[in-house]
């Protein structure tokens, strides 16, 4: 079958793509972590230039970047300079000089998402509060200045207590746990003290957590990929699968109140909605990202656009790709450094080792100059027929079943 091309004679209306690549902009990204490493990758199969700003020289987005820029994006001249060096900035990592943005902004430098979406979500506290007055179901929350206001809190909302850290927050480090009244002074101390700006949280008892990543093009128009399953660890994302086993109605109504918290939000570009499912069947918000997230790496193997190249497409003004499945079933599973140093490379690249011999996985190293115990190494993604099947593939990788038979 030959296909041959149209002989219409072609016509470039002003909307439709420069002739000469698919964005003339050039993205900046504040963090050049995993998720920058793993856009830049997005970015070179459509000829898209990423440059990155991040303090570490040889940090994960660095090699693969089109510029990286050594400089913290917590630095207001340093902001201010790698902007002037793009067409639009967005993040990787929230935890940015939001001032900064909101300035540059003023002077009309594109920011996606907007700097106000930044602004809240960074102070996890005024994210809660900005929900709650959205109409988004979420767990009761209050502030704590001191431990009389902590203990009256305990009292309202009974024990276990989250407490957690209003600002720079993630992998679960800005959480502590209070079992009883007792545990509070200890879980306060464990987070830096009340002056670092503390909150708590009532005990979510959920059943499941989810996750839903909704895309939105500068035009508001949005796409929402499959509800996810995420499992954690010590507060740490550990497993994805992909799409969430539980009922329709469930998955409906997660992908109602994910898509209404990102309608509360300003800008373009992918936002992660993580939910609590709770044993009545209700659906509560945790948290929302304003970037690519952990609990959408599956989509790189699994979905038609991954959430990586669904980001960049939103930021530069191209049209969304299809949010949708291409296979019927995903796993994904975490490289988190067990051991510091040379003995966690090791384990890392026995487990690597094992998931290379297994049909539909997939391997994604970050090349992190340092291993330290609980970072985020890499992910193994397993694509296959049935969430069944894939389950027990990776038990084969993370059990050794495959190593020990050789
Ligand atoms: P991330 O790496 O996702 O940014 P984080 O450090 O911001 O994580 P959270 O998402 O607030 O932390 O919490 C991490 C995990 O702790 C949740 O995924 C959930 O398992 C648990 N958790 C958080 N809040 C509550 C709560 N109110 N009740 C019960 N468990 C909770
Ligand atoms: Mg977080
Ligand atoms: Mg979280």
Wanted: proline residues 4%; glycine residues 8%; contains cysteine.
């Amino acid at each position: 079958l030959i296909f041959q091309a149209s002989q219409d004679p072609v016509s470039l209306s002003n909307d439709e793509l420069p002739v000469r690549g698919l964005s003339e902009v050039i993205v900046g990204v504040l963090g050049g972590g995993q998720l920058g490493r793993m856009l830049c990758q997005a970015a070179s199969q459509m000829a898209i230039k990423v440059m990155v700003l991040d303090p570490q020289e040889n940090c994960p987005a660095s090699s693969l970047s089109y510029h990286h820029m050594v400089g913290s994006f917590d630095d207001s001249a340093t902001v201010e300079e790698f902007a002037k060096r793009c067409g639009v900035l967005t993040v990787e990592i929230e935890h940015v000089d939001v001032d900064t943005l909101e300035k540059l902004e003023k002077q009309g430098v594109d920011c996606q998402p907007k700097a106000s979406t930044i602004r809240i979500i960074q102070d996890k506290y005024l994210q809660k509060v900005h929900f709650s007055q959205n109409g988004i179901p979420l767990p009761e929350f209050m502030q704590i200045d001191d431990l009389e206001g902590a203990k009256k809190v305990g009292e309202l909302f009974r024990y276990p207590l989250m407490i957690k850290s209003r600002r720079l927050a993630y992998d679960g480090r800005g959480n502590a746990v209070a079992k009883t009244e007792n545990e509070l002074p200890s879980a306060v101390d464990a987070l830096g003290g009340f002056s670092r700006g503390l909150y708590a949280e009532k005990w979510a008892p959920f059943v499941k957590e989810l996750a839903v990543i909704v895309a939105r093009e500068r035009n508001n128009s949005i796409s929402c990929y499959p509800v996810v399953e995420t499992i954690h660890r010590d507060n740490i994302c550990h497993i994805v699968k992909a799409p969430a086993n539980v009922k329709w109605k469930i998955r409906e109504r997660a992908a109602e109140v994910a898509c209404l918290a990102v309608r509360s939000l300003e800008g373009a570009g992918v936002f992660a909605v993580e939910l609590f499912l709770t044993d009545d069947g209700q659906i509560l918000l945790n948290e929302v990202a304003p970037r690519p997230h952990n609990s959408g790496h599956h989509t790189i193997e699994s979905c038609y656009t991954s959430q990586f190249e669904q980001h960049l497409r939103a930021v530069v003004g191209l049209p969304l790709g299809d949010s949708s499945l291409k296979t019927p079933a995903a796993i994904m599973y975490n490289i988190l450094g067990e051991e510091e140093g040379e003995l966690g490379f090791r384990l890392a690249h026995q487990l690597i080792r094992r998931a290379l011999t297994v049909p539909g996985a997939s391997v994604h190293w970050y090349d992190k100059p340092e291993m330290r115990k609980q970072r985020k190494m890499g992910h193994i993604t397993i694509a296959g027929n049935s969430l069944g099947n894939i389950e027990s593939d990776l038990a084969t990788i993370v059990e050794g079943k495959r190593l020990d038979d050789k």
